[in-house]
């Protein structure tokens, strides 16, 4: 028998086992094993599922991770969008502001007729009727 193998933390991990043999007839027989050890290794494995376990523990902590990575973005965004969204509502506030004035101001002046509205507003109204 012949057995290469390598120590990992003091662990003996068998890589090659030969063997060779004799038996009564005088007939010589030989087999060879490539990491024996790993038989066992993977019968260990799978008796006690821990690929699975281990497999689903690190799919579960990548989900958690990005979920919460996902969650600081969404905070962030949260915070940071706020100020901005205070600043378009006080700008629609006083665009609003701005056409009502506008506006006021412009009925104010046609019924004054400055700068001859209603006069212009009756032209407009009469070629409107004459073309058409």
Known sequence: M????????????????????????RVVSGRTFWRPAMYREIKAASRTNTIARRHAASWDQFVDEVKDEYNVKVDYMKRNAKPFYRALVSLKKDIVSTYHDIKADAVQMYN??????KDINSWVQNAKEWTG
Request: hydrophobic share 45%; charged share 35%.
């Open 2 to 25: 012949v057995d290469a193998y390598r120590m990992v933390s003091g662990e003996k991990i068998q890589e090659v086992l030969f063997l060779l043999q004799k038996d009564a007839e």
């Open 112 to 117: 004054n007729n400055e700068f001859r509205m």
